[in-house]
Nanobody, 123 residues
Framework: VQLVESGGALVQPGGSLRLSCVAS????????IIWFRQAPGKEREGVSC????????FYVDSVKGRFTISRDNAKTTVYLQMNSLKPEDTAVYYC?????????????????WGQGTQVTVSS
């Protein structure tokens, strides 16, 4: 399934953004959804995942307490609410579907990628 990310922007440190991840013409209820990010010169890393059936959220330590992942009731969109943004959050953000959140912080060859959405945190 191909996903489309949106919502990225230039924001000042301490600001907030909400990213959206949608699939064209279908719902996402059959998938765990992972938000990844890739900063310049760094590897792509998973930062948050929402599980398939119970929508249980998972976060890496660097975003815990600041980011919130959620699904809408219609199961068509997965959001990443990002608060208290820091310059080190600057990256291109991608979402990807999987069967589970196992080892979500790592990329896999089987992951499918959209175009991503740029988040820049700078004063």
């Amino acid at each position: 399934v191909q996903l489309v990310e949106s919502g990225g922007a230039l924001v000042q440190p301490g600001g907030s953004l909400r990213l959206s991840c949608v699939a064209s013409g279908r719902t996402l209820e059959d998938y765990a959804i992972i938000w990844f990010r890739q900063a310049p010169g760094k590897e792509r890393e998973g930062v948050s995942c929402i599980s398939r059936s119970l929508s249980i959220p998972f976060y890496v330590d660097s975003v815990k307490g600041r980011f919130t992942i959620s699904r809408d009731n219609a199961k068509t969109t997965v959001y990443l609410q990002m608060n208290s943004l820091k310059p080190e959050d600057t990256a291109v953000y991608y979402c990807a579907p999987r069967r589970s959140c196992t080892q979500y912080s790592d990329t896999r060859e089987s992951d499918s990628w959209g175009q991503g959405t740029q988040v820049t945190v700078s004063s």
